[in-house]
């Protein structure tokens, strides 16, 4: 299955929570107020994804496998592997973990953890 497309958020669950384990509210606090748009490009092992909250807009490129740098949900620049287990797309973010899961054909499911405490963005295809 394809992670392709065009998703916006729907849900998100614990963000108080995850926010207070990051302590960056300043950056990802405009996350909560904002309906998000991901816009997902998928060719081979390559992505590209565009994340659009409210004004503000981010992208970030990577090779499944091969180191790059990527925008944290803190907003720093950090080099990270992404890996893809079947449905799953995973990677360390400067000690945030985050999974991106295709659910189901329309549905994507975005789970960020740090010190144990998850935050959860559900996401359906536009």
Request: hydrophobic share 35%; net charge negative.
């Amino acid at each position: 299955m394809s992670f392709s497309g065009k998703y916006q958020m729907e849900t998100h669950e614990n963000f108080e929570s995850f926010m207070e384990a990051v302590a960056q509210l300043m950056t990802l606090s405009h996350a909560c107020r904002h309906q998000s748009i991901y816009e997902i490009e998928e060719t081979g092992d390559h992505f590209k994804v565009t994340v659009t909250t409210g004004t503000k807009i981010f992208t970030n490129s990577f090779t499944i496998g091969q180191e790059t740098e990527l925008e944290a949900p803190t907003g720093e620049r950090v080099n990270s592997l992404v890996m893809r287990e079947s449905n799953k797309l995973k990677v360390s973010l400067k000690g945030i973990e985050s999974v991106t899961e295709l659910a189901d054909a329309n549905t994507l499911v975005n789970t960020m953890t740090v010190a144990g405490i998850a935050y959860k963005r559900i996401s359906e295809r536009m």
